[in-house]
């Protein structure tokens, strides 16, 4: 049996007693380690579930999914998954191969940042499509996730912004001459997500565009969620381009139209500029 367990969103005790009996019953457990990270490292986990972890990089998943696979139809196997098996990243691609290879599986939820978004005050049932914000280079500076935001704002919804993991990435000319050696890993912060969406909106006013958000837009910010130090800062977008809310995991969350329970909400983590503009919303109208 292959078992795809969601580990939730906080450290190692976040697993599911169902979860965690899976684990202590496995012959191997995989531990995926390149879309999400715990705020506790592989080590805490071994410790606290008695089990030895093999971390399971993006390689590894995609181009050796069969050393993961092996044996699963006579042997139990363990996949586990930061947040939720299915939440944001779908893994659909192990799960189809296990499904050809005539594997049986299971799978075991957890929280997952998709709905535990939901703490910082805006209802899951009025988000739009959640959009990827990358870090971007010299060359390449994508945009789309701002057409996806003013998208989802034009139809009055919110919008998850999942910011950039960059880990064992190698520079181009370190692939170029084939040496594996790899940068340090680098994870976006909303404040870096914010500083990108304010430079797109500055280049499109410049260009006359009708803009589907603005430096005054409301947005939430949110690191860690569910771990002890989570943080949750809500401001305008400017604001939140020199805001700090520490290591990561970071998360960021441009709001579209706001219902007068979702402001009350926001008021409990918002900047004291932020309280104001907030106390100015007229819900039914807002647009900003
Ligand atoms: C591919 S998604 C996460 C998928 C994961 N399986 C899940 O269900 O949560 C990874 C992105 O989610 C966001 N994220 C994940 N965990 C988070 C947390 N605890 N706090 C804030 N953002 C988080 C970050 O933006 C991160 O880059």
């Known amino acids: 049996m292959l078992y795809l367990i969601g580990l939730g969103l ?5 697993i599911t007693v169902k979860g965690l009996e899976a684990v202590r019953s496995c012959s191997r457990v995989y531990l995926e380690a390149y879309t999400s990270i715990l705020t506790v490292g592989k080590e805490a986990l071994e410790e606290y579930y008695g089990k030895e972890l093999v971390l399971a990089d993006r390689d590894l998943v995609e181009q050796g999914a069969d050393e993961i696979l092996k044996d699963a139809d006579v042997t139990d196997v363990a996949f586990l998954v930061v947040g939720d098996p299915f939440g944001a990243t779908t893994h659909s691609d192990l799960v189809l191969r ?23 005050g805006l209802q899951l049932y009025n988000f739009g499509e959640a959009v990827s914000v990358v870090f971007w280079t010299e060359t390449w500076k994508p945009e789309s996730f701002y057409d996806k935001i003013s998208k989802n704002r034009a139809a009055g919804l919110h919008t998850l912004c999942l910011l950039d993991i960059k880990v ?14 790899y940068e340090p890993p680098r994870f976006m912060t909303v404040s870096q ?10 280049r499109r006013r410049e260009e006359g565009e009708e803009l589907g958000m603005t430096e005054d837009t409301v947005c939430v910010g949110v690191a860690r969620l569910g771990s002890d130090d989570q943080k ?22 441009v709001t579209g139209r706001l219902h007068p329970l979702e402001v009350d909400m926001l008021r409990v983590n918002a900047e004291p500029d932020a309280l104001e503009h907030l106390q100015m919303i007229d819900s039914s109208t807002y647009t900003s």
Not at 10 to 14: E, L, Q, V
Not at 98 to 120: D, E, F, L, Q, R
Not at 168 to 181: V, Y
Not at 193 to 202: K, N, P, R, V
């Open 232 to 253: 949750i800062c809500t401001g305008s977008l400017r604001q939140l381009v020199s805001c700090d809310l520490g290591g990561p995991l970071h998360s960021l969350v």
């Open 10 to 14: 906080g450290d190692a005790a976040d």
């Open 168 to 181: 064992k990435e190698q520079s181009i000319e370190n692939t170029m001459r084939g040496r594996k050696i």
């Open 193 to 202: 997500a914010a500083d990108q969406l304010m430079q797109i909106i500055h």
């Open 98 to 120: 296990a499904v050809n290879a005539g594997i049986p599986y299971k799978v075991i939820h957890n929280a997952s940042i998709m709905n535990a978004v939901g703490c910082c």
